[in-house]
């Protein structure tokens, strides 16, 4: 699961202003993991394959980790569920970006989920001090541009959860906006496979129970199975 957060980190840290918001449903791959992504205005969820029991839910600016125990909801906030499972668990990715350098069209065009985009070259500096580069497929449609938004937004919360800066990603982000574009693809890292303007379904974006602290042994528990 944490493989995937460093995905999003690596393209969206930050938060934009909702200048226009829209509602959809999409799948996306990001690394290894299959994401669908609902979302309505500030509010989203993300399931993630492989992880039938639980999901990520952000209402009203903050991010919720829900899962199942006993056939009963479980809700926890960000802060808790990264105190829950220690800061190693949200430590970000090497990849992750600390400086952008730029994002410039190719001249190219590519669609993608159904959704025609412009090609653009990107580089920018790692965590560790390494230059990258790579493609990205950008689109101007509604629901491509919130669907960048709504992912980032979770994606700071999470980096803000562990006590991580956002600075570097902040940059993509702003240049983004600026230029009235969302992410469609880049290189083999994220890639929307389907992304309709529909409303996600009727209660799926509300918190199916109060938010709840756990004890702090079964945090120790979780550590543990982790690094096995």
Do not use: C
């Not at 980190?9 to 669908?36: E, K, Y």
């Not at 125990?69 to 802060?79: C, F, I, R, S, T």
């Amino acid at each position: 699961m944490m493989r995937w957060i460093g995905w999003l980190l690596v393209v969206w840290g930050g938060i934009v202003p909702a200048s226009a918001l829209a509602a959809g449903v999409a799948t996306v791959q990001a690394g290894d993991r299959t994401l669908t992504v609902s979302f309505d205005g500030p509010d989203a969820r993300v399931d993630v394959g492989g992880i039938g029991q639980g999901y990520l839910l952000m209402r009203d600016g903050k991010l919720y980790s829900v899962m199942r125990a006993a056939g009963q909801p479980l809700v926890m906030d960000g802060g808790a569920m990264a105190r829950l499972l220690g800061g190693g668990a949200l430590q970000p990715a090497p990849d992750m970006i600390r400086s952008l350098g730029r994002i410039e069209p190719t001249g190219a065009r590519e669609t993608v989920a159904g959704h025609a985009g412009a090609v653009y070259a990107v580089s920018y500096r790692d965590e560790q001090g390494r230059n990258r580069s790579g493609r990205g497929v950008l689109g101007k449609q509604p629901e491509v541009r919130e669907l960048t938004r709504v992912l980032g937004r979770m994606a700071v919360l999470l980096q803000t959860a562990a006590g991580q800066p956002p600075d570097g990603a902040r940059q993509v982000l702003d240049a983004l906006e600026e230029k009235g574009l969302g992410l469609l693809a880049y290189e083999k890292q994220f890639r929307v496979e389907r992304l309709a303007a529909t409303p996600p379904a009727p209660g799926s974006l509300e918190l199916p129970a109060p938010p709840t602290q756990l004890p702090p042994e079964l945090g120790r528990l979780l550590q543990g199975v982790r690094r096995q």
